[in-house]
T-cell receptor, first 114, second 114 residues
Framework: DSGVTQTPKHLITATGQRVTLRCSPR?????VYWYQQSLDQGLQFLIQ???????AKGNILERFSAQQFPDLHSELNLSSLELGDSALYFC?????????????FGSGTRLTVV | GQQLNQSPQSMFIQEGEDVSMNCTSS?????WLWYKQEPGEGPVLLIA?????ELTSNGRLTAQFGITRKDSFLNISASIPSDVGIYFC??????????????FGKGTHLIIQP
C-alpha cells in the first residue's frame, strides 16, 4: 500500500457522460498530481495542485478539470467523455511542490468509455 | 515538449542475467528518476539522480546520470522473477522550472524466462 488512495478502481461509462475520480494523498503530503496512462501516449502529466491551489498544468484537455479540497484530497472531473478518454488515471502525491525526490503513485482508476 | 526515448522497448532474458536499459532526452535534465510499474499498480520510484555523472545503487539496481545530462542508464544485476515489470525513466516536464510534473519515457518491458 503506497498510502495514496484512489477511488473507484474501475469505472465504465458511456460517451458524453461525466465522471469524477477521487484521490486521497499520503498523510502529510501537500502536492497532488494527476496522470493519464494510455497505450499510445504512455504516462502523461495532466495537472498538479499544491495545498489547495493549482500549481502546474500539463496536457490536460479543456473537458477535464481538477480541484484540491481543504482536507487535501483531490478530484479529477472528466466531462463529455469520448472513447479515446479510456485510460488509467493515476494520482500521485508529494510533500513539497517540486519533483524533488520523486513522488508516490496510487494504484489508479481504470476508466472505460463505451 | 520534452521527449524521452527509452531502449530497448522490451527485453526477454533468463533468470540470473544482468539487464541494461537506457533513456535519452532531447534536452538537458537536472533530475533523472527511474520507476517500475507492475500490473494493476502505479509506478514505484526506484532511484533518483540529481547530478551529472552520479552513480546510485538500490540493492541490485544501479543507475547513472549521464555526463551530458541528456541520458541515464539503469542496470539490474542477477535478475530474479520479481524484477518483471515495466521500467520507466522520468525527468522534469519543464526544465524551465515552471511545471512540477514529470515527463516519462515509454518504458522498457522486462520479461524473465525461468
Amino acid at each position: 500500500d503506497s498510502g495514496v488512495t484512489q477511488t473507484p478502481k474501475h469505472l465504465i461509462t458511456a460517451t458524453g457522460q461525466r465522471v469524477t475520480l477521487r484521490c486521497s494523498p499520503r498523510s502529510g503530503d501537500l502536492s497532488v498530481y494527476w496522470y493519464q496512462q494510455s497505450l499510445d501516449q504512455g504516462l502523461q502529466f495532466l495537472i498538479q495542485y499544491y495545498n489547495g491551489e493549482e500549481r502546474a498544468k500539463g496536457n490536460i484537455l479543456e473537458r477535464f478539470s481538477a480541484q484540491q479540497f481543504p482536507d487535501l484530497h483531490s478530484e479529477l472531473n472528466l466531462s463529455s467523455l469520448e472513447l479515446g478518454d479510456s485510460a488509467l488515471y493515476f494520482c500521485a502525491s508529494s510533500l513539497n511542490r517540486g519533483i524533488g525526490y520523486g513522488y508516490t503513485f496510487g494504484s489508479g482508476t481504470r476508466l472505460t468509455v463505451v | 515538449g520534452q521527449q524521452l526515448n527509452q531502449s530497448p522497448q522490451s527485453m526477454f532474458i533468463q533468470e540470473g542475467e544482468d539487464v541494461s536499459m537506457n533513456c535519452t532526452s532531447s534536452s538537458i535534465f537536472n533530475t533523472w528518476l527511474w520507476y517500475k510499474q507492475e500490473p494493476g499498480e502505479g509506478p514505484v520510484l526506484l532511484i533518483a539522480l540529481y547530478k551529472a555523472g552520479e552513480l546510485t545503487s538500490n540493492g541490485r539496481l544501479t543507475a547513472q546520470f549521464g555526463i551530458t545530462r541528456k541520458d541515464s542508464f539503469l542496470n539490474i544485476s542477477a535478475s530474479i522473477p520479481s524484477d518483471v515489470g515495466i521500467y520507466f525513466c522520468a525527468g522534469p516536464a519543464n526544465s524551465g522550472g515552471g511545471a512540477d510534473g514529470l515527463t516519462f519515457g515509454k518504458g522498457t518491458h522486462l520479461i524473465i524466462q525461468p
